[in-house]
């Protein structure tokens, strides 16, 4: 068990005469027994982030530390944590017990029958008993996955730290491991980072999520708060599936005015005093469509999802999703007229991306459709 | 439909008749060879020549044995070879995967160096090689047989290439389950490179063991003669001994032939290994 504290964390690679800067001067603490998930784009930094966590990568800058103990000098395997890849890196030439009892085998003093007892308890713990004696490749993914899951569990470990470990599951397995996971962890109570880009996973699975990009911390907070009130246009982009829509709008008096005749009117314009443009943001889910709207847009693909139906309208060059009612089914071609609170309105700097204003707590979560009639 | 398959048929029986053709082809000398050794010297060049093995194998070989101690020979290329392949294994590996897997210095010009050692032929390396181990007197010794050739660049070039292939992530998970650099060598890499093991085994036991110009400049006492240098002094200047030359050369032939017996198979897969994707 281990709180983690991440100070200053630089990365650089020297790549000859030019260099990368792959994480920058990052600030984070991870609390004890909780579950972190880092989650970025691409290149964004979080696998190099973990990667350093684990040992695998010298930091160039900063210091780390689980619990009292200063971790930054050490080698991954002085430093007590199990690290679960992405593609598993079991060992092909060894049997599942040898890939699990591995570690303890060369890390601990434990006698070959308490190896044994250990590795049989794992074992059984992840329903993986009747493969001990197999090769990983006489294996599933979904059982290789829990090989490479049981490696990490066996060691006992202070901190988990887990590089996209369901990426290479079917979305159906990857759902029920997910769940899976998060059992696990919850019963194991260990400190867990665990890295992913599926915004989706991060939602779903961490305690808090930490959104980077372009190798900055953007924001960390509990999955709803950063859905909720993102600091930036990134994360409020990132985060949220389908995505949030985004147009530019000018600021004129008390109205947005946007690209395709589109305007709003707001009734309170403290967040935009001082501006003159800015990037208005609207969850799908928060468009209505309704034939009072304010505004209207052209519809082009209707995808039903059977519990709600994705509608994606275009205004002007710009493309809008809403989630709308499954009994709402508007025909491609057709004018629709939308609107949507005040309340759920992210408004963002037109330059820099700052937000100026997200959505207000007052907005229940979920879909709030009018049928029109 | 039918003249597609009797087209086929044509194709096919001409394609095996082709190779099986190439196969005896191959095999006659090889035959012959066997023949001639168990054929006393007169038969031997008799025309036309017999194509029934004789009974005088062990008579010919008595003969051979009279004249040098060929099973000492054998004995001494077998040693040689095996001691040879066994430390050069170890030692490509280990090159290989240095050069495959970790990040140092002047890696790539090293790496190339060795590479380009490839175009000197032995024929050159033979004096300056010989002046070194007469310097350290070493000379009508076996370390100065198996020394030189230990580095082999194509075992090194090799290992380095399939070496490669292992995933990164497999190292550093044993490195973070607490190997050292070492054990991740021996215990992660080395068992996952089997199958190349074995094809470059074979590899570095036949260098050593045709192994000709070299050894004859190093070796003086007949006692520590290897097959080939016993062979280039079986002809002899006056008469030479066809029949001891063929038991000799047949007897040359069954260790190399066990070998490559016992590793064909992964010898086939790891001159193919990293050519296609598993």
Redesign the interface.
């Known amino acids: 068990m281990a709180r983690i504290e991440i100070d200053n964390l630089t990365k650089v690679y020297d790549s000859g005469d030019e260099s990368i800067v792959a994480v920058e001067d990052l600030d984070l603490e991870v609390e004890d027994g909780e579950f972190l998930v880092l989650v970025g784009p691409s290149g964004c930094g979080k696998s190099t982030t973990l990667r350093c966590i684990?040992?695998?990568e010298d930091v160039t800058e900063g210091s780390l530390r689980f619990g009292e103990r200063d971790v930054t000098a050490l080698?991954?395997?002085e430093r007590d944590?199990?690290?679960v890849?992405?593609?598993y890196?079991l060992?092909?030439?060894m049997t599942v017990r040898e890939n699990i009892g591995?570690?303890l085998k060369?890390?601990t003093k434990l006698t070959a029958a308490e190896i044994s007892e250990r590795v049989e308890s794992v074992a059984s713990m992840l329903g993986i008993t009747d493969l001990l004696e197999d090769k990983p490749k006489e294996l599933s993914g979904g059982q290789q996955q829990r090989v490479a899951l049981g490696?990490a569990i066996v060691?006992e470990p202070a901190v988990f730290l887990m590089d996209e470990p369901l990426s290479n599951l079917d979305a159906k397995l990857r759902a029920e491991m997910r769940t899976e996971l998060q059992e696990l962890q919850q019963d194991l109570d260990v400190t867990t980072v665990y890295v992913t880009h599926d915004q989706t996973e991060a939602m779903a699975m961490g305690d808090r999520v930490a959104v980077m990009n372009d190798g900055v911390l953007q924001q960390v907070g509990p999955p709803e708060g950063i859905y909720r009130q993102p600091v930036n246009e990134f994360v409020a982009n990132f985060i949220g599936s389908p995505s949030i829509n985004m147009l530019t709008a000018e600021i004129d008096g008390d109205s947005l005015t946007g690209p395709a005749g589109f305007s709003y009117r707001l009734s309170d314009t403290t967040s935009v005093k001082g501006h003159s443009r800015v990037r208005v943001g609207v969850r799908p889910e928060d468009i209505t469509i309704t034939d009072d709207g304010p505004n209207s847009a052209t519809v082009s693909v209707v995808e039903p999802m059977g519990n709600e139906n994705f509608c994606y309208m275009e205004l002007g060059d710009h493309e809008l999703t809403a989630r709308i009612d499954p009994d709402l089914r508007p025909r491609a071609g057709e004018t629709v007229r939308f609107t949507f609170d005040e309340e759920a309105l992210y408004l963002f700097d037109a330059d820099s991306g700052a937000a100026l204003k997200t959505k207000s707590d007052a907005v229940a979560p979920g879909i709030e459709t009018e049928v029109s009639s | 439909m039918r003249e597609q398959r009797r087209k086929d048929a044509v194709w096919m029986f001409l394609t095996y008749a082709f190779i099986l053709t190439m196969v005896v082809v191959m095999l006659i000398p090889l035959y012959w060879m066997i023949v001639a050794a168990t054929l006393p010297q007169q038969e031997f060049i008799e025309f036309p020549p017999r194509l029934i093995p004789g009974t005088a194998f062990l008579d010919n070989f008595a003969a051979l044995q009279e004249r040098m101690n060929y099973v000492l020979t054998i004995w001494n290329s077998v040693f040689i070879a095996v001691v040879y392949t066994v430390l050069s294994l170890l030692l490509c590996s280990m090159a290989g995967f240095a050069f495959a897997k970790y990040e140092f210095r002047f890696k790539e010009p090293l790496f190339y160096s060795i590479l380009a050692t490839l175009v000197l032929p032995i024929q050159l390396l033979v004096i300056p090689l010989f002046l070194m181990m007469s310097q350290v007197g070493w000379t009508d010794t076996f370390r100065a047989i198996i020394l030189p050739w230990l580095a082999n660049p194509i075992g090194i070039f090799l290992m380095r290439q399939n070496m490669r292939s292992i995933p990164d992530a497999l190292l550093e998970s044993a490195r973070m389950d607490g190997a050292s650099e070492l054990q991740i060598f021996y215990r992660i890499a080395l068992p996952a490179m089997r199958s190349s093991l074995a094809a470059l085994a074979i590899i570095l036991f036949l260098f050593q063991w045709d192994l000709f110009l070299y050894p004859l400049v190093i070796l003086e006492d007949p006692g520590n003669y290897t097959i080939p240098v016993a062979l280039a002094g079986l002809e002899g200047t006056q008469r030479i001994y066809y029949d001891q030359i063929m038991v000799a050369t047949t007897l040359a032939i069954i260790p190399m032939a066990i070998l490559f017996l016992v590793l064909q198979k992964q010898f086939v897969s790891g001159i193919l290994a990293g050519s296609l994707k598993e």
């Open positions: 684990a040992g695998l080698r991954g395997s944590v199990a690290m890849f992405q593609n890196a060992y092909p030439h591995f570690g060369l890390s490696r060691r």
